[in-house]
């Protein structure tokens, strides 16, 4: 078998338990509740492959403003606004797809929102990829975009869609997804989402109750290409980021 090429995360125990990163071109889903990390991670990712690897990084938003975004991760010592200004690394504010009116016309064409929405985040994420010569891509949430196509077969053509165009430009890419649980659990026992089965990888971040404590643990479930520790393990969020324990067991 020939090597894989890595893309490496850069996040501490992270690319431990991944043999190395992710295989570079593929789209990985992570999932996580509120407070989970996901958008940290998926930052993190970004900004450790401009400063570590050379990488230009492209953030699109689905949810947050620029504003917001860049305040927030500062917290972090990531200071983006500076990698922007050495075009390095670009904000792409995809938001006001969400605000899209029923139907738009183009010419004599007249195109439902949901279509509109798609293409419309397609080409903008092709466009700046393009402009930006991206080596890395984070999409963030995507469940305002697919939860518009309450049909599974129409939601699971547009997802394939998106992930299409995100290996069009050659890129390692990330979605994130909130994940739909109740509440904490005591285990990792959950229903499984339509995204988890088209994305090349995914990695779940959960709460979970062991004993009387409430552990932050990170379970990669599934890196085609790749031989990875399947096994729950705990992370942390600190003031660097996210830093996960790879030798250390949730349970």
């Known amino acids: 078998m020939?090597?894989?090429?890595?893309t490496p995360t850069g996040i501490s125990g992270l690319d431990e338990m991944l043999n190395g990163g992710f295989p570079k071109?593929?789209?990985?889903?992570?999932?996580?509740g509120p407070g989970s990390g996901k958008t940290i991670l998926a930052t993190q990712f970004l900004v450790n492959g401009v400063k570590s690897y050379g990488e230009n990084?492209?953030?699109?938003?689905?949810?947050?403003?620029?504003?917001?975004?860049?305040?927030?991760t500062m917290t972090f010592g990531w200071n983006l606004e500076e990698l922007e200004k050495q075009r390095k690394f670009?904000?792409?504010?995809?938001?006001?797809?969400?605000?899209?009116?029923?139907?738009?016309?183009?010419?004599?064409?007249?195109?439902?929102?949901?279509?509109?929405?798609m293409i419309s985040l397609i080409e903008g994420i092709k466009s700046s990829a393009q402009t930006l010569d991206a080596r890395r891509i984070v999409v963030d949430p995507i469940a305002s975009l697919v939860f518009q196509y309450?049909?599974?077969?129409?939601?699971?053509?547009?997802?394939?869609?998106?992930?299409?165009?995100?290996?069009?430009?050659?890129?390692?890419?990330?979605?994130?997804?909130?994940?739909?649980?109740?509440?904490?659990?005591?285990?990792?026992?959950?229903?499984?989402?339509?995204?988890e089965y088209l994305a090349h990888g995914v990695i779940v971040l959960q709460t979970i109750q062991v004993g009387r404590s409430l552990v932050r643990a990170v379970q990669v479930e599934k890196m085609r290409e790749t031989p990875i520790d399947s096994q729950p393990r705990p992370y942390k969020i600190g003031e660097n980021g996210i830093e996960v324990f790879p030798r250390e067991s949730v349970f």
């Open 2 to 6: 020939s090597r894989i090429v890595r």
């Open 25 to 32: 071109g593929r789209v990985v889903l992570v999932v996580g």
């Open 57 to 72: 990084g492209l953030f699109v938003s689905l949810d947050e403003s620029k504003n917001h975004y860049y305040r927030e």
């Open 90 to 117: 670009m904000f792409l504010d995809a938001s006001p797809i969400r605000h899209i009116p029923g139907e738009v016309k183009i010419g004599k064409l007249t195109i439902g929102k949901r279509e509109f929405s």
């Open 150 to 195: 309450p049909d599974v077969v129409q939601r699971r053509t547009a997802i394939l869609d998106l992930i299409e165009a995100l290996i069009g430009t050659a890129a390692t890419s990330i979605l994130t997804l909130e994940l739909r649980a109740a509440g904490l659990t005591s285990g990792l026992e959950r229903s499984v989402q339509l995204e």
